[in-house]
């Protein structure tokens, strides 16, 4: 029988002879030692060789859950220990992946120049780019108006800048907006109707967009915007505030309404930031050219990341662009190239997205060297940040590794099946055709047009406040019942045919949907639930054997917790 003890020591494998393993414990039996004989700081609470959790480290970590958890956190004593073992845990298993050699793979090393660079690049924005951006009262109350209106838009879109302005010289030159949207679009229902996304307020689109639109007067025409998804001109159609605006209601949402200008004007001072990038970078457009070209034709070596064929470019340090006294090279590229991510590489599609790829790891690379130059790298905070961020990655890779070495025999699998079957079935899916739009008396006054014969098609076009939405004739499209939260229960007893009652989103939104199709819940068989059975089944063994390698792994090592301090801190939120 073995004790618990309050203050753990984990040393020495001969522990695993004589040792049970527990399941995501610290609580080990074994003999309490003198603190003085181990020499740790008093403000440690639990420590791995040189990885350690100190009391101002718990204490964050308590409060990004007490906040995450909806502030309904207890600090009890088995709360506290859950929190320091999750973070424990990580270090732990970190360690793991040192020891195993895990760290030092390819993929390791990738991973860690990736959270190298988003570190860097996001210190460098905060501490540089939005660092004087301030919030006014005049911005609280444009913003307290701007949610207290409705505007209503046309576009026109281009995925290039030189697309977007012979479309610009055009309008210029006598075409009409309607005019160009039938050539500009290939989707009919844009091309037919102007161009017009129909109503919206503030953050329905893009910032750039949206800082566009509410800043033309009725039927004016903007210059063309950039945006995240390519470039627009705008056309305000109409526009709607509500009649009566007090100063009690803006006092109300004043604290709420600073946080959220905050992060708008970060994000257009962001953006702004990266569009001055890239319109003033110089292109060295024959060895871009050639570098294209090179891509295209090795298509299947690029995606595959042939190191081969990398390799025949990773040392050319002919320049592809400069932006003042920045350089960004072909060697640049490809280094930038191998740690980005599957979707980023996925965007290449020609050559307009390839240059658009060349000029995002350009700003990358640009935002690096700038922070370096700054000593950005070399603050305490950031370090610790990118230190943290990487024993996260190791523990992810840690676990990667120990998924890898499970195998699940037909047996294993057959009995885990029939010890079960009711739980493999597939999910009520519903087609749903919903309106959105921002007001409850609206949405009441929408479905009972519904109830009453209104074409449901007709009811969306004109109601529904959401462009993208409208352009699908509101159809989201079978979603399981589970993605429906709250109101599954309800939307699950709707036939096809049937209107739901007014749903809330959020306090400016409300959805009335309408049932276009079902597709009933369904017993599997064994064949059918295979790989989902055997996606259970590793889940459960590798919960067993990354407990066990935990346990393993602080025994082999030098670590502690320290139960008496954990439990006698005084948390403040």
């Not at 309490?32 to 204490?59: C, G, P, Y």
């Not at 070495?405 to 087609?431: D, G, H, K, S, V």
């Not at 007001?439 to 074409?455: D, F, K, M, T």
Request: aromatic content about 10%; proline content about 1%; hydrophobic content about 35%.
């Amino acid at each position: 029988m073995y004790r618990t003890v309050n203050y753990i020591t984990f040393k020495g494998s001969a522990f695993l002879r004589v040792i049970p393993i527990l399941s995501l414990t610290l609580l080990l039996g074994c003999t309490k030692q003198n603190r003085t004989d181990l020499t740790i700081q008093d403000e440690t609470l639990a420590k791995i060789n040189d990885l350690s959790i100190s009391v101002s480290h718990f204490e964050t970590s308590f409060k990004e859950y007490f906040y995450r958890t909806g502030q309904v956190l207890a600090p009890d004593k088995q709360t506290r220990k859950a929190i320091l073992e999750n973070e424990f845990h990580t270090y732990v298993l970190a360690t793991y992946a040192i020891q195993d050699g895990i760290s030092d793979s390819e993929e390791a090393k990738k991973r860690e120049k990736a959270i190298v660079r988003r570190v860097l690049t996001e210190e460098y924005n905060a501490q540089v780019i939005v660092k004087d951006v301030r919030v006014s009262e005049q911005d609280l109350r444009e913003y307290f108006q701007r949610f207290n209106t409705r505007v209503r838009a046309s576009h026109l879109y281009a995925a290039t800048r030189s697309e977007i302005q012979t479309l610009k010289n055009r309008l210029d030159a006598g075409e009409s907006f309607e005019q160009l949207a039938k050539k500009a679009f290939k989707n009919s229902e844009l091309a037919k109707n102007g161009g017009d996304l129909g109503w919206f307020t503030t953050d329905d689109m893009d910032v750039s967009f949206e800082e566009a639109a509410f800043s033309l007067s009725m039927n004016r025409i903007s210059e063309p915007v950039q945006t995240a998804q390519g470039y627009s001109i705008i056309k305000v159609t109409d526009r709607v505030q509500k009649p009566i605006l007090t100063e009690q209601e803006f006092n109300q949402h004043r604290d709420r309404l600073f946080n959220y200008v905050q992060k708008k004007k970060n994000e257009l001072r962001t953006r702004e930031h990266l569009n001055q990038f890239m319109e003033s970078c110089e292109w060295n457009e024959s060895v871009t050219q050639s570098l294209w070209n090179d891509f295209f034709r090795n298509q299947t070596a690029v995606l595959a990341q042939d190191e081969e064929f990398l390799r025949t470019l990773s040392h050319d340090t002919e320049m592809l662009l400069k932006f003042n006294d920045f350089v960004f090279t072909i060697s640049d590229f490809i280094e930038e190239y191998s740690i980005s991510t599957a979707i980023r590489k996925s965007s290449i599609s020609n050559e307009d997205s390839f240059k658009a790829f060349l000029l995002g790891a350009a700003y990358r690379v640009y935002m690096v060297r700038e922070a370096k130059r700054l000593k950005i790298d070399q603050q305490s905070e950031v370090a610790e940040s990118i230190q943290e961020t990487y024993l996260h990655m190791l523990e992810s890779l840690a676990v990667e590794h120990l998924r890898a070495t499970i195998q699940n025999t037909p047996a294993e699998l057959y009995n885990e099946f029939f010890a079960a079957p009711e739980r493999y079935a597939t999910p009520l899916y519903l087609n749903l055709q919903r309106i959105i739009v921002d007001n409850q008396e609206i949405a009441e006054s929408v479905r009972s047009l519904a109830l009453n014969g209104v074409n449901y098609d007709d009811l969306v076009r004109e109601y529904t406040t959401n462009g993208e939405e409208r352009l699908r004739n509101g159809e989201i499209g079978f979603t399981s019942i589970h993605d429906f939260g709250v109101n599954k229960t309800m939307l699950a007893t709707l036939e096809i045919g049937e209107i739901s009652k007014v749903i809330p989103y959020l306090s400016t939104e409300y959805h009335v949907y309408k049932v276009i199709g079902r597709e009933e819940s369904r017993q599997l068989t064994f064949d059918e639930a295979k790989e989902w059975v055997d996606e259970i089944l590793t889940e459960k063994k590798l919960k067993t054997l990354k407990a066990a390698t935990i346990e393993q792994v602080k025994l082999q090592n030098d670590a502690f917790v320290d139960l008496d301090k954990l439990n006698s801190l005084a948390i403040r939120i």
